[in-house]
Structures are given as structure tokens and as C-alpha cells.
């Protein structure tokens, strides 16, 4: 049936040949399958396809879920993208922030403080998607915690007020741009779960 066709086709794009045509077959099977059960209970085609169709689920959802589970480096690019790209911003927002209270001194940073900057940076990140990892695959359903603006950057507003009330305490100390320092994570969660969405879409996009 086209409709089935067209479904299946949606649920299989960008995936690799082999398992396109695997996953299509059975995809087949099952729905005919259940179409064929509905069919005996006395629905007519259109209501049997109809339900058949609702109960696998949303087709581009499942084409998502299937590229994950086909590129077994996924979660591991993107933890790498996500890790750089965040690294990127802060060296990119200590340099504009040095360049406009210390236009006269170099404010280049040296490869030694990126390297250290990027490796805290995957530590903390590290430790965060392997927490986020076990209350995906828990048995108890989280749905508002498994958002990912929700669990990196809810909890990064908590820390990083809490920091801030240093500049409230000692503002002599958080001076020419050292305030932004107490922010660090809030802005560094943030842009980490900016940088998940810009991987999600251009994965998509790709294949």
C-alpha cells in the first residue's frame, strides 16, 4: 500500500542500504500483520491502516531514534562537538572581554590554558551526560528532567547564582570584566545545550 510505503520510506531515510532494507521488511511485516488482526475484528482497510500507523508511532521520530542506534559514534561526535564548541565560546568571550578593558596588553590565550579550559570543560560535561544517560535508561519516567535545556541549564542557574553573590560580598575583587568568571557555568551549560541542538539538526540534515 502506498500509504505504508510512504511511511516506511520516512522511518528509513538516510540510513545505511543494508539496514534500510531490513528495517523496511520488517516494518512491512509487523504492520501488515496488525492491519490483518484489525481487519478480522471488522475494522474497514482505512481505519485498520489508520490505527496500525498510530500504534508504531510518529515516522520522523522513529527515523531519529534509528539513525541514533545505526551510527553507533554518535553520542560520542556529538559529546566532542559539544566540548569544542563550548571551549571556542569561552576563548572567544575572554578574548573581546580582555580586549575591551585591556586593549594595550596581548590577550591571546596561550595553548596551555585552552588544553586545561577544554579538559575541565570534558570532565564536567563527562560527568553530566553519564548522569543524564542513567535517567534515560531508568525504568522511571522523567519527562521534563530528560529536556536537555532542563537538566544542563536549570541546575547551572543554581550554581552560578550562588557564585554570584561573591561579586555582591567582594565587588573590589570582580572587577573589569572578573565578574563573568562567577557566571561561567550558567554560560557554559547554556551554550552546551545550544551546541546539542546545532549537532541534532545538522546530523539530520546529513543524511
Known amino acids: 500500500m502506498k500509504d505504508v510505503d510512504r ?7 538516510g ?3 543494508e539496514e534500510k532494507e531490513d528495517i523496511r521488511e520488517e516494518l512491512t511485516q509487523h504492520i501488515n500483520a496488525h492491519m490483518n488482526e484489525l481487519l478480522i475484528k471488522g475494522y474497514s482497510e482505512t481505519e485498520a491502516l ?7 508511532g510518529n515516522e520522523k521520530k ?3 531514534e534509528m539513525k541514533k542506534a545505526v551510527y553507533p559514534f554518535y553520542k560520542i561526535t556529538r559529546f566532542l562537538w559539544n566540548t569544542i564548541f563550548v571551549t571556542f565560546v569561552f576563548c572567544f568571550l575572554s578574548y573581546f572581554i580582555m580586549e575591551y578593558y585591556y586593549p594595550e596588553a596581548n590577550n591571546s590565550a596561550p595553548v596551555t590554558s585552552v588544553l586545561g579550559g577544554f579538559f ?6 563527562g560527568m553530566a551526560e553519564m ?3 542513567a535517567i534515560q535508561l531508568s525504568s522511571v ?4 528532567i530528560t529536556n536537555p535545556w532542563i537538566f544542563f541549564f536549570t541546575p547551572s542557574i543554581f550554581i552560578g547564582s550562588i557564585m ?3 561579586y555582591f560580598q567582594q565587588p573590589e575583587n570582580y572587577q573589569n570584566g572578573l565578574w563573568v568568571d562567577l557566571l561561567v557555568v550558567p554560560i557554559g551549560a547554556f551554550f552546551y545545550v545550544i551546541a546539542r541542538q546545532i549537532f541534532n539538526q545538522l546530523f539530520k540534515r546529513s543524511f
Open 7 to 13: 511511511y516506511i520510506d520516512v522511518i528509513v531515510a
Open 131 to 133: 548522569v543524564y544517560e
Open 15 to 17: 540510513l545505511p542500504l
Open 120 to 125: 575541565i570543560i570534558v570532565f564536567i560535561a
Open 164 to 166: 554570584f553573590l561573591a
Open 50 to 56: 489508520q490505527i496500525a500507523l498510530k500504534a508504531f
Open 141 to 144: 519516567k522523567m519527562k521534563y
Open 62 to 64: 522513529m527515523n531519529w
